[in-house]
């Protein structure tokens, strides 16, 4: 955000036993406390980082109680049945884009809990999801416009997909960030 010196978005990706975590976390607000709020966060997903998804929103959310709190998405991509799993409380947002051999695509949205972790933590509910070869997850937050996954252009890089997002919707009045994962399967 202009002026700001530190960004209350923060993400976080790590290989463990069943998969590969994400993790994004949005400090409510704006500037020092903000990102504290998020540090916390990511610092207690990587900690948990073992446990199911509800147990780390459940962890993060004793952490966060003296602080301002945070919006939080967690997925979770499983090579051994070829699934996502994910969770968001707040208004960090994800979609996952499959990709067919004809190159269609189709969008399948997270869905989101109303409350703030380390406020009101809502009744965590997660889904599972079926992935293939090749399906991105783009997650982003309230920094990014709403409806940006309809002009979402998927780049070989998911680097070059989250920049050209932030480009084209990024907000100037909020911290933003997306993150783009595409799913390889298990590695060779």
Same mark, same amino acid.
């Given at each position: 955000?202009?002026? %700001?010196?530190?960004?209350?978005? @923060?993400?976080? $990706?790590?290989?463990?036993?069943?998969?590969?975590?994400? *993790?994004?976390?949005?400090?409510?607000? =704006?500037?020092?406390?903000?990102?504290?709020?998020?540090?916390?966060?990511?610092?207690?997903?990587?900690? =948990? &980082? =073992?446990?199911?998804?509800?147990?780390?929103?459940? !962890?993060?959310?004793?952490?966060?109680?003296?602080?301002?709190?945070?919006?939080?998405?967690?997925?979770?991509?499983?090579?051994?049945? #070829?699934?996502?799993?994910?969770?968001?409380?707040? #208004?960090?947002?994800?979609?996952?884009?499959?990709?067919?051999?004809?190159?269609?695509?189709? #969008?399948?949205?997270?869905?989101? +809990?109303?409350?703030?972790?380390? $406020?009101?933590?809502? +009744?965590?509910?997660?889904?599972? $999801?079926?992935?293939?070869?090749?399906? +991105?997850?783009?997650?982003?937050?309230?920094?990014?416009?709403?409806?940006? %996954? %309809?002009?979402?252009?998927?780049?070989?890089?998911?680097?070059? +997909?989250?920049? &050209?997002?932030? %480009?084209?919707?990024?907000?100037?009045?909020?911290? *933003?960030?997306? @993150?783009?994962?595409? !799913?390889?399967?298990?590695?060779?």
């Amino acid at each position: 955000m202009p002026g %700001e010196t530190h960004s209350g978005d @923060l993400h976080l $990706v790590k290989m463990v036993d069943r998969g590969v975590l994400l *993790a994004v976390a949005d400090g409510l607000g =704006h500037g020092k406390e903000a990102a504290e709020a998020a540090r916390i966060a990511i610092d207690s997903v990587e900690a =948990h &980082s =073992h446990e199911p998804l509800k147990r780390i929103i459940e !962890y993060c959310g004793r952490r966060l109680r003296e602080s301002r709190g945070a919006a939080m998405s967690l997925a979770l991509f499983s090579p051994d049945d #070829n699934s996502m799993e994910w969770l968001g409380v707040g #208004n960090v947002g994800g979609v996952l884009i499959h990709m067919s051999g004809d190159g269609k695509r189709a #969008n399948e949205f997270m869905m989101l +809990t109303q409350g703030v972790v380390g $406020v009101r933590l809502p +009744t965590l509910r997660t889904s599972k $999801v079926g992935v293939i070869r090749g399906d +991105t997850l783009v997650v982003a937050t309230d920094g990014i416009r709403r409806g940006f %996954e %309809e002009g979402i252009i998927l780049f070989d890089r998911p680097d070059d +997909t989250a920049q &050209s997002i932030l %480009e084209r919707d990024g907000q100037l009045t909020d911290d *933003a960030l997306v @993150l783009v994962a595409k !799913y390889t399967g298990r590695p060779q």
